[in-house]
C-alpha cells in the first residue's frame, strides 16, 4: 500500500473516532474528562568518561541527553492519540581526549498513533509506531542496556497498523496476550528529524533529515509488507512473578537489492521478592536477526588493473549478515535504592567485511532522588567492536527526571 | 434506568439458567454482588426477601486486584441478579459474565451519581518488575473515582438502582422492595446529616487526614475534608521514593496528625511513611470493604460511622 493510500486508511479509521466523540457527552455526571491531554516526559542526561581506550580517539568525555515526551490525546475512554517524541544523538562522536558535549542532539516522532480499545481485553492503533518486536529497548534498567537495545533492535519508523488481544486471562494458565503489526517503512513527514539534519546519505549517520526510498534497508519498499507477532505473558501461578516475551519479525526485501530480513527475540523476567523492601529482577532477552539489515549492497574487495595496481574502485557485494544480540543482568532495589549489573553481547556473522563481536560489561548504583530526579553512577568495560582487540573503560553517570502532566 | 430493568427482565428471566430458575422457584432470589459494601446494600433493601446471595470480593478484601476464579464464575452461572460498581472499579467482571454465561439482570449502582475525576490515573510503566510488555502508551490522567459509596448521599442512588434492579428480577416482590429501600434511604439520609454535622465543629484548616490510598475522594468532598494518599485510586499502584518523600514533607508542613491505614490495604509503606514524619497511625479506616461480623465496620452505616469516629477523634486529638 503506498503512503497516500495509507493515509486514507488511516483517515478512514478516524472517522469511527470522531463519531464516538460526538456520541459520547464530554462529561460524566457533571465531570468533564473527555477530551483530556496527559503526558509523561522522561529524560537523561549521560556523562560518559572514557578513561582507556585501545582507539585513541575514543578517550574523554561525552555529554548527551536521551529521553522522550510521551503525550496522550483522550477523545473518549476508548480512543485516544498517542505520541512520543524521542530524543537522541544521532551521529557518533570521539571526544578525542577532550570533551564533547550535546554533538549531533536530535529530536523526531518516534510514534503518532490512533488507539482504539473497545474492551479491556483489545487494543488496535493504526498510525505510526515501533513494532512490538522485543521489549527491553524500552524498560531494560541500568546505564546503557536499554540505549543499545534501543539502537539495535527497536523496530522504528512503522506506518501501519497493529494491535493486543488478551486472549487467555485465567487464574490457571495465567494473562496472556498476542499482538500483531503490518507495517511499511515510513518516509512521510512524519519522519522529519529536528536539530541535526544531515543529508542522506553522504555520512554514517542513524538517521537523517527525512527518510527516503533512497537510503534503502529492509522494509523501505513503499509498501506495508513487514510484520511482527508476538505473545507476552504472566500472572501464571506455575511461574509466579515471571513474565515472557516472544516476537517475530519479517521485514519486506528493500527496493535497492535487499533481502527480506527475519528475526526473532525471546525475553524473560523474573522477580524475587526477599522481604516487602527488598526486590532483585533478573532479566535476560535474546534477538536474532537473518539477512540482518537486508543483506546490504555494501563495497567489497578493490577493483586492480591488469598490472595489479590499485584503481581506487570498488566491487559491489551483497554482505549477508546474521546478527545475534543478547542481554542478560540483575537489578536489585531497596527502597529508593538500586544496584544493578549487566552484560551485552552483540555477535556479527557477515560474508563480507566482517564486524568482531563487541561485548559490554557494565554495574552501577542509582537512587532516587526529590523532585522526581533520580542518578545512576556506574562503571562500563567493553571488548571488541570496531577491531578484536579493541578495548574500553568507562565511567558513566546519569541524571535523570520524570514528569506527569 | 426503568426501562433498562422492564427490558432486562422482559429478555432475561426466560434465559435463566437452570439453578436460577430452581433457586427462584424454591423461593429464594439468587444475587451476586461484587463486594461487600454492595451486598450489604442489597441486603438491606432485600429485607426479610429470601436471599441467596454470593458476594465475589467479601469483607477485608480489595476488588481493585481481584483475580476471578473458576469457581466464582460458577457462582456466577445461577445468579437472577448481579450488582456491579461500575467506574472501573469491577472491570474483572467483564471476563466473568462471559465465562458464566451469565444472563440474569445486571445493575451498575454507580449509575447517576455525580461522578468525581481523580488525578493520577498515569501508569506508563518502565520496568521496576517482571509484569508484562505493554504497547508504549499514555494513560489518562484524569478518571472517574470509582468510589462513590463513599458519600451517603451517593449511597442513596445505588440503593434506589439495587431496588430497581431486583425489582426487575423478581418482580413479584417490587412492593417489598421499594418500602425497604424507601425506609433505608430515609436512614441513609439521616447519617448524611448526622455526619456533616460532626464535621462542622471542626475547623476546615485541620480537616486534612492521609490514608494509604485515595478511596475517600467522595467523603472529603461530602463532608470539606482533605484525604492525602501515597498510591492514588489503585492499590496496586506502587509511589515512587521521591513521592513518599514529598508526601513527607506535606505532613510536616501541613501538621497533619490524622493518618490511617486502610483495612484491605498493606500498611506497611503508611507505617514507614508516618513514622518518618514522625505521626503516629490513628487506627485502620475501611474503604473498599466491609469488616467481618464482628468487626467495627460490618454494615455500610457501620462503616460511615466507624470512619467518621476516627478522622474526628484523631484531628480533635491533635488540637
Known sequence: MRIPALAAALLLAALPAMAQVTATPASTGGVNLYPQIAGEADLRLFSLSTTSATDRRQRGTNIFARGEIATGLFLSPEWSIQNVIHIEPVGETEPNGGTAAFRYQAAYIEELRLDWRPTQRLSLYGGKFSAPFGRGHHDFPGLLLDVRAHEVYLIRESLGFGGTATVISDARFGEHDISAAVFGFDTSFLSETAFTRERCCERDFERFSRNTRRQGGAGNTGQMDSFVLAIDGDKMPFLPNTSYHLSLLSRGAGVDGTKRETGLAAGLRHEITWNRDLRTLLFAEFVQFRGAGGNPREAGPEILDDFGGSTGRFDEVTASERRRFTTVGAQTRSGPWRATIGLQRDERKRTENPVPRATYAEVSVGRDLPLNFRLDVGYQHTVGGEAKDDKQDAVIAVLGWRARF | ?319
Do not use: C
Not at chain 2, 475534608?225 to 498510591?231: C, E, G, K, V
Not at chain 2, 510536616?252 to 484491605?264: D, K, L, S, Y
Open chain 2, 1 to 319: 434506568m426503568q426501562r433498562r430493568a422492564f427490558l432486562a427482565t422482559t429478555f432475561s428471566l426466560p434465559a435463566l439458567g437452570g439453578a436460577a430458575g430452581r433457586a427462584l422457584a424454591q423461593g429464594s432470589l439468587p444475587a451476586v454482588a461484587t463486594f461487600s459494601i454492595l451486598g450489604d446494600l442489597i441486603r438491606q433493601v432485600a429485607g426479610n426477601r429470601a436471599l441467596a446471595l454470593n458476594v465475589l470480593v467479601g469483607p477485608d478484601g480489595d476488588a481493585h486486584d481481584f483475580q476471578p476464579r473458576p469457581s466464582d464464575a460458577e457462582r456466577l452461572r445461577g445468579a437472577a441478579l448481579l450488582v456491579r460498581n461500575g467506574l472501573g472499579f469491577d472491570d474483572w467482571l467483564g471476563r466473568l459474565t462471559s465465562a458464566a454465561g451469565f444472563a440474569g439482570t445486571t445493575v451498575t449502582a454507580s449509575d447517576g451519581v455525580p461522578i468525581r475525576a481523580s488525578e493520577g490515573g498515569h501508569s506508563h510503566s518502565h520496568g521496576g518488575g517482571a509484569g508484562r510488555r505493554r504497547p508504549h502508551a499514555v494513560e489518562p490522567a484524569r478518571t472517574p473515582d470509582p468510589h462513590a459509596w463513599g458519600n451517603p448521599a451517593n449511597a442513596r442512588i445505588y440503593v434506589r438502582n439495587i431496588a430497581a434492579g431486583l425489582s426487575a428480577a423478581d418482580p413479584a416482590s417490587a412492593a417489598l422492595y421499594a418500602r425497604n429501600a424507601a425506609a433505608y434511604d430515609a436512614r441513609l439520609a439521616a447519617l448524611d446529616a448526622e455526619t456533616r454535622a460532626a464535621f462542622a465543629a471542626i475547623p476546615e484548616a485541620r480537616r486534612k487526614v492521609l490514608t494509604s490510598h485515595d478511596a475517600f475522594g467522595y467523603f472529603g468532598d461530602a463532608y470539606g475534608i482533605t484525604f492525602l494518599a501515597p498510591q492514588g485510586i489503585n492499590t496496586h499502584s506502587e509511589p515512587s521514593a521521591s513521592d513518599i518523600a514529598d508526601l513527607i514533607r506535606q505532613v510536616r508542613a501541613q501538621g497533619i496528625t490524622a493518618v490511617f491505614v486502610e483495612n484491605m490495604a498493606n500498611p506497611t509503606m503508611l507505617e514507614r511513611l508516618s513514622r518518618e514524619a514522625g505521626v503516629r497511625v490513628g487506627g485502620r479506616l475501611y474503604s473498599d470493604a466491609l469488616s467481618p461480623p464482628g468487626g467495627p465496620a460490618p454494615s455500610y452505616e457501620a462503616l460511615i460511622r466507624h470512619n467518621t469516629g476516627l478522622i474526628l477523634a484523631a484531628i480533635k486529638g491533635a488540637a
